[in-house]
Nanobody, 120 residues
Framework: QVQLVESGGGLVQAGGSLRLSCAASGRTFSSYTTGWFRQAPGKERELVAA????????YYADSVKGRFTVSRDNAKNTVYLRMNSLKPEDTAVYYC?????????????WGQGTQVTVSS
């Protein structure tokens, strides 16, 4: 079992930055691929970024490429999402999630989410 807790959300003006953190406890966090998802009201949840367990592989949705950076510190059991040049359309609840494999497994562990609101 892995428990995930997100933090770092808030209200920011367009063009601003935020850094989200996902702190893990339980089983060895370095064994898990971690993803950041977001869900805006009335929209489906989407994967915006992911990072492999050793940090060598990353994925970004086209909508955030060049603006968001995912990283991890396995010594601190924490994954980060640095969000720059934020836009109003980035407003959503952001969730971190973990899964065992980079390819071919489902995200089994989820945090409670943190709200990000970008004002225009």
């Amino acid at each position: 079992q892995v428990q995930l807790v997100e933090s770092g959300g808030g209200l920011v003006q367009a063009g601003g930055s935020l850094r989200l953190s996902c702190a893990a406890s339980g089983r060895t966090f370095s064994s898990y691929t971690t993803g950041w998802f977001r869900q805006a009201p009335g929209k489906e949840r989407e994967l915006v970024a992911a990072i492999s367990r050793n940090g060598l592989s990353t994925y970004y949705a086209d909508s955030v490429k060049g603006r968001f950076t995912v990283s991890r510190d396995n010594a601190k059991n924490t994954v980060y999402l640095r969000m720059n040049s934020l836009k109003p359309e980035d407003t959503a609840v952001y969730y971190c999630a973990a899964k065992e494999l980079w390819v071919g497994s489902d995200y089994n562990y989820w945090g409670q989410g943190t709200q990000v609101t970008v004002s225009s």
